[in-house]
């Protein structure tokens, strides 16, 4: 049962942004931290960027640093990800996902609860 939903994937030219957000129930979102992974064609599912609960703690992966930011907003249940300076490299399916604890964590196996992913391709 899917419990997190992805919007605003798309199809952007390089140098491009996007903003994907990530729908969460509260007994997920609510007090713990989240995570954004992604995974291109015939390549392993990699960490992007996580946040803690309450917001004041980030981690991204070094590909991605200064140029994608992680925000959530804990009255709306939502999770965000801010993402500028598009390559095409950045192509992927990004998940939202999360683990039911406070802190940040960059390792999938961390975390039980994922969207079904949102598409996001960048031309160039």
């Known amino acids: 049962q899917v419990q997190l939903v992805e919007s605003g994937g798309g199809l952007v030219q390089a140098g491009g942004s996007l903003r994907l957000s990530c729908a969460a129930p509260e007994h997920i979102f609510s007090y713990h931290g989240m995570g954004w992974f992604r995974q291109a064609p015939g390549k392993e599912r990699e960490f992007v960027a996580a946040?803690?609960?309450?917001?004041?703690?980030?981690s991204y992966a070094v590909s991605v640093k200064g140029r994608f930011t992680i925000s959530r907003d804990n009255a709306k249940n939502t999770l965000y990800l801010q993402m500028n300076s598009l390559q095409p490299e950045d192509t992927a399916v990004y998940y939202c996902?999360?683990?039911?604890?406070?802190?940040?964590?960059?390792?999938?196996?961390?975390?039980?609860?994922w969207g079904q992913g949102t598409q996001v391709t960048v031309s160039s």
């Open positions: 996902a999360g683990h039911g604890r406070t802190s940040v964590y960059s390792r999938d196996y961390e975390y039980n609860y």
């Open positions: 946040i803690n609960w309450s917001g004041d703690a980030t």
